[in-house]
């Protein structure tokens, strides 16, 4: 590699990693593409915050990262309750020696139905834990991003083809993660100028997590007692046949790692010219 190559890849001008010394916030990081996130944080040196329901997944991330040389902090609760938004922030800062550099929002599923199906417990649900979440965290941690201390501060919205193309199906989704994205530029145009916080959303397409694996393999998750399957009927997946990820010029999903690995290019240094974009990470799909 040459120097600059060199450079440009942080191993000279970043020793610690692109992101040292910074403090992260992953919300939804006990797996799937925010656990990648974390992983892939915190080898560069940031100490990352793993948010999620789960607990136990929680920690394990969070203990792995600490096995293999990192730093992280398991800070588990549910997202759609007030009160755990304002614990994150406090355990965060805590952790953080009283900063919080990087929040990634990310946490979330999917509870699809038609539109003349769909209930008000599925709107309500998504539309809460996909935008009005992001909101209440990032407000939450204002004091924390409106600094002027000269060093770097990101926020990244997770999005999805979903919410910039629509889906059928997923009215409540599509609503949410097309929100996020006008929250994302009122963000980088209210918080750039003064402080230099740089917003931006990162839409996914179709990534090999549980949210795309057969719907088969069980995996669930609780709304008030009530089971939200996860996944992709199988039957729906074999539809496809041949023409499975046709409209993929990659012809392939993608990896969480590979998903991951774009968060980060955004909230690294090299992407500090980078505000207010929606990022699309899909294999080229809908271009
Ligand atoms: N997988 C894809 O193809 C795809 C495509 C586009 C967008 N996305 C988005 O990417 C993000 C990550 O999805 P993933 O595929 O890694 O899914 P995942 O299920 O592997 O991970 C999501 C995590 O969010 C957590 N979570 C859910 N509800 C929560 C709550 N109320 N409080 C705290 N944590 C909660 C879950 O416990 C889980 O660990 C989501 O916002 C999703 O909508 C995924």
């Known amino acids: 590699m040459s120097e600059r190559l060199a450079q440009i890849a942080g191993h000279l001008n970043y020793p610690q990693g692109l992101l040292s010394g910074q403090v992260a916030i992953i919300t939804g990081a006990a797996q ?18 793993i948010s999620d329901i789960d607990a136990s997944q929680a920690q394990n991330v969070a203990s792995l990262i600490i096995s293999n040389g990192g ?9 759609l309750d007030d009160s755990y938004i304002k614990t994150l922030v406090q355990k965060a800062a805590e952790f953080g ?10 946490a979330g599923f999917t509870w699809d139905a038609v539109i003349h199906k769909m209930t008000d417990k599925q709107w309500d649900t998504i539309i809460s834990l996909h935008s009005t979440v992001p909101f209440k965290l990032i407000r939450e941690a204002a004091p924390y991003f409106r600094v002027k201390d000269g060093e770097p501060r990101n926020i ?12 059928a199906g997923q009215a409540n989704y599509a609503l949410a993660k097309a929100g996020v994205v006008g929250l994302t530029k009122t963000i980088a145009k209210e918080w750039g100028p003064s402080f230099g916080v740089r917003a931006n959303t990162i839409a996914f397409g179709h990534i090999e997590t549980r949210l795309t694996a057969n719907k088969e393999a069980g995996a669930f998750v ?31 999903p ?12 955004i909230a690294s240094p090299l992407s500090s010219y980078i505000t207010g974009q929606t990022i699309m ?7």
Do not use: C
């Not at 799937?32 to 915050?49: D, P, Q, S, W, Y």
């Not at 990244?156 to 889906?167: D, R």
């Open 32 to 49: 799937g593409i925010g656990a990648e996130t974390a992983r892939l944080f915190a080898n560069e040196g940031a100490k990352v915050i």
């Open 156 to 167: 990244i919205n997770i999005s999805s083809t979903s919410g910039v193309h629509g889906n």
């Open 222 to 252: 609780e709304v008030n007692g009530e089971k939200v399957a996860l996944g992709i009927p199988e039957k729906q997946k074999k539809a496809a046949g041949p023409l499975a990820y046709f409209d993929i010029p990659l012809r392939r």
């Open 254 to 265: 993608g990896t969480a790692t590979e998903a991951a690995s774009a968060v980060l290019a």
């Open 281 to 287: 990470v899909t294999g080229g799909r809908n271009m």
């Open 97 to 106: 020696n009283n900063k919080i550099h990087i929040i990634v929002n990310n």
């Open 71 to 79: 730093q992280a902090l398991a800070v588990p609760g549910d997202l």
